[in-house]
């Protein structure tokens, strides 16, 4: 039996990952899920699962430290690594936008002046500005990206939205959509050549127990 090590993203896609995992039968005990364990197995012994940053998903997975992993589109488009992407999940929808005060958002860019952008996208932001010409000084946070402009940190945002309630109700507004985001499933590409009936039975699995519910 071939063993494969999958790592998860802690936080919203967690939960829904392992239950898909649990639908088709890759289950994890009660114990193991309400233990303070970051490595832990499923009931077969295996799959086992890192529970890690999802930032830092793609990089267990692209040094083979993990042969598997499931994170957002988003942290794949930012962290650019390279490994296989075989498997749309179809959970964890959300959206990649550029946001700002509906006074700044009227306005638009002006391609003569610097755009002061506040994101925990850099690299996408950085691509998303320059592919239209505005020059942007980045401002890089870890949370709370929606204060930047409320206080005067930034003219602009680019951000993950789920429903925009956030936005809202600190009154932000869209001003362009950068990417549809979902969960995927990615695979180390050695593991893709060296444990290919081990890691087809598991893109089968998924594939087969991804329904409609979800």
Same mark, same amino acid.
């Given at each position: 039996? /071939?063993?494969?090590?999958?790592?998860?993203?802690?936080?919203?896609?967690?939960?829904?990952?392992?239950?898909?995992?649990?639908?088709? *039968?890759?289950?994890?005990?009660?114990?193991?899920? !309400?233990?303070?364990?970051?490595?832990?197995?499923?009931? +077969?012994?295996?799959?086992?699962?890192?529970?890690?940053?999802?930032?830092?998903? $793609?990089?267990?997975? &692209?040094?083979?430290?993990?042969?598997?992993?499931?994170?957002?589109?988003?942290?794949?488009? &930012?962290?650019?690594?390279?490994?296989?992407?075989?498997?749309?999940?179809?959970? @964890?929808?959300?959206?990649?936008?550029?946001?700002?005060?509906? &006074?700044?958002?009227?306005? *638009?860019?002006?391609?003569?002046?610097?755009?002061?952008?506040? /994101?925990?996208? $850099?690299?996408? +932001?950085?691509?998303?500005?320059?592919?239209?010409?505005?020059?942007?000084?980045?401002?890089?946070?870890? @949370?709370?990206?929606?204060?930047? $402009?409320?206080?005067?940190?930034?003219?602009?945002?680019?951000?993950?939205? &789920?429903? *925009?309630? +956030? %936005?809202?109700? !600190?009154g932000l507004v869209v001003m362009d +959509?950068?990417?549809?985001?979902?969960?995927? %499933?990615?695979? !180390?590409?050695?593991?893709?050549?060296?444990?290919?009936?081990?890691?087809? @039975?598991?893109? !089968?699995?998924?594939?087969?127990?991804?329904? $409609?519910?979800?």
């Open positions: 039996m /071939t063993q494969l090590t999958i790592a998860l993203a802690k936080g919203r896609l967690q939960d829904t990952a392992l239950a898909v995992f649990s639908r088709v *039968g890759i289950g994890v005990s009660e114990a193991s899920l !309400n233990s303070r364990k970051l490595l832990i197995s499923d009931e +077969t012994g295996q799959y086992h699962f890192i529970l890690v940053k999802p930032t830092d998903v $793609p990089v267990y997975v &692209e040094y083979g430290v993990a042969d598997a992993g499931i994170c957002g589109r988003d942290v794949l488009m &930012e962290s650019a690594a390279d490994v296989h992407e075989p498997l749309d999940l179809g959970f @964890g929808a959300c959206r990649l936008v550029v946001a700002g005060k509906q &006074e700044t958002a009227e306005r *638009g860019y002006n391609l003569l002046a610097t755009a002061r952008v506040a /994101t925990k996208y $850099p690299r996408i +932001t950085a691509d998303y500005f320059q592919q239209r010409g505005v020059p942007v000084e980045l401002i890089t946070l870890s @949370g709370s990206i929606e204060l930047a $402009p409320v206080l005067g940190l930034s003219d602009h945002i680019v951000d993950l939205v &789920e429903t *925009g309630r +956030t %936005l809202k109700e !600190n +959509t950068i990417a549809e985001s979902t969960a995927r %499933l990615i695979i !180390n590409r050695a593991s893709y050549h060296l444990k290919r009936a081990a890691v087809a @039975g598991l893109i !089968n699995t998924l594939r087969q127990g991804l329904q $409609p519910s979800i």
